[in-house]
């Protein structure tokens, strides 16, 4: 089992930028294939970017590419997500998960595991 926990998130301007963190606990963290999700208010969780177990390939949401950057440091048990030029439909609670299957997948039903989330808020 990993036990994920995410942080960075907050309030920002449109155009600025956040970058949140998701610690997992134990030493099994290379063996999971990585992914952001997130859910903004009265809408379903969506698929955000994913990341595999060594680092590629990866993949994006087609609303957040060339803005965002999923990255992760397995030696420090961290997956990243890196958000420039934020814009308001980027609000939301943003959730990492993990899955042992080293494939990409973009539905949250083949996650395993799940954080307890962090919410960001985009003003415009």
């Known amino acids: 089992q990993v036990q994920l926990v995410e942080s960075g998130g907050g309030l920002v301007q449109a155009g600025g930028s956040l970058r949140l963190s998701c610690d997992a606990s134990?030493?099994?963290?290379?063996?999971?294939?990585m992914a952001w999700f997130r859910q903004a208010p009265g809408k379903e969780r969506e698929f955000v970017a994913y990341?595999?177990?060594?680092?590629?390939?990866?993949y994006y949401t087609d609303s957040v590419k060339g803005r965002f950057t999923i990255s992760r440091d397995n030696a420090k048990n961290t997956l990243y997500l890196q958000m420039n030029s934020l814009k308001s439909e980027d609000t939301a609670v943003y959730y990492c998960?993990?899955?042992?299957?080293?494939?990409?997948?973009?539905?949250?039903?083949?996650?395993?595991?799940w954080g307890q989330g962090t919410q960001v808020t985009v003003s415009s």
């Open positions: 998960a993990a899955k042992g299957a080293d494939y990409y997948s973009f539905a949250s039903v083949t996650y395993d595991y």
């Open positions: 134990g030493r099994t963290f290379r063996t999971y294939a």
């Open positions: 990341i595999s177990r060594s680092g590629s390939p990866i």
